[in-house]
């Protein structure tokens, strides 16, 4: 058999390599570029955890080991990336800079390697999104015609906040996120959007509300509510109406699950604010009486969000594609 070292398209036997001193040197030069992008990766993982330990950990290495490959980051770079002390203390300003670079090489690095097994395979493997809890009801839009597509693809749903979809796309944790796009600043990414988000006031407590069709912030902001946590970005966009309508609330509870909401709703004592959207998805209008509260009548839009990154790799060039056939706000 015919033994030999790959080298671009060219094989050249090891009894040969002695006398081929620049195929040695680009072998030398290929393993350096993995080992640097290792590198990177460790020092990406550090950044996020900020815990020498924890980074480790996630890594799979030892601490010593971890330390020694960052700074042989440092030594290869000529500065140094991390304030150091008896903990972490953070990245320096060089170190900042190199996290940007290091994002783009190793989401790029990882782009080309998901390309070329989707072109030997087609679509495979897990694709992980990250969703705000008021969108959570509509994924299955977006998944099940996907997956009916590629039929080797797997789900993870994550219900995060949008301050968190948006670390995990800087992080490369997710492929994509579902989340405001209009509300808040994005950082660098690719938007699809995909539905206008209205809301209603929600009760179980009818006899109120019967021959009303539907209620002002000002009004909604007298009742005992129940509302999502301050974290959300949903609570945000609730306070910033309120606000603007006059009207201050305190919410008598506060919860991150939309189920937990919709359970107190049902108790009478409570009533909520929340997407016309989620509550025509959970099914309970013979339970609880939805009405759309004006003045105004406020909309945000939520949508698909993706990292900007060209070449796209081929699962969210996928992904962007099933989005705008989902749109109801996009072209056809």
């Known amino acids: 058999m ?12 090891d009894s040969k390599l002695k006398a081929a001193p620049n195929v040695t040197k ?22 996020r955890e900020q815990h020498f330990g924890h980074a480790a950990e996630h890594c799979g290495v030892t601490q010593p080991t ?5 700074r042989q980051l440092e030594d ?5 990336l991390v304030k150091r002390g008896s ?57 099940t015609p996907f997956r009916e597509k590629h039929p080797d693809v797997s789900f993870a749903v994550l219900s995060r906040t949008s301050t968190e979809i948006q670390a995990l796309l800087d992080n490369l944790q997710i492929d994509a996120g579902i989340t405001y796009i209009d509300n808040e600043p994005l950082g660098r ?8 988000e209205r809301y209603h006031l929600v009760t179980s407590n009818l006899e109120d509300f019967a021959n009303r069709d539907s209620i002002t912030w000002r009004e909604a902001a007298q009742l005992p509510l129940c509302l999502l946590t301050p974290d959300m ?35 009478g004592n409570w009533a909520s604010i929340m997407p016309e959207k989620m509550v025509e998805s959970f099914g309970m209008r013979d339970r609880v009486k939805s009405m759309p509260i004006i003045e105004p009548d406020a909309t945000h839009t939520v949508g698909l969000i993706t990292a900007k990154r060209e070449p796209a790799t081929p699962v969210v060039s996928a992904l962007l594609k099933e989005a705008k056939l989902l749109s109801e706000l996009e072209p056809t």
């Open 2 to 13: 015919y033994e030999g070292c790959l080298i671009g398209c060219s094989i050249v036997p």
């Open 26 to 47: 680009r072998i030398a030069s290929f393993d350096a570029g993995y080992k640097m992008i290792d590198k990177l990766e460790m020092f990406m993982v550090l950044a």
């Open 66 to 70: 971890l330390s020694s490959a960052l």
């Open 76 to 80: 290869h770079l000529g500065v140094v």
């Open 87 to 143: 903990r972490y203390q953070g990245l320096t300003p060089e170190g900042e800079r190199v996290l940007e670079w290091a994002r783009h090489i190793v989401g790029s690095t990882r782009s080309m390697r998901d390309e070329m097994r989707a072109m030997r395979f087609g679509l495979t493997g897990q694709v992980q999104i990250a969703v705000i809890p008021t969108a959570l009801s509509m994924v299955h839009e977006l998944t």
């Open 189 to 196: 990414v690719t938007s699809i959007p995909l539905y206008l």
């Open 233 to 267: 970005q949903n609570r945000r966009i609730i306070d910033q109406h309120l606000d603007a309508a006059g009207a201050k609330v305190s919410a008598t509870l506060e919860s991150d699950s939309m189920i937990a909401l919709f359970t107190h709703v049902q108790t």
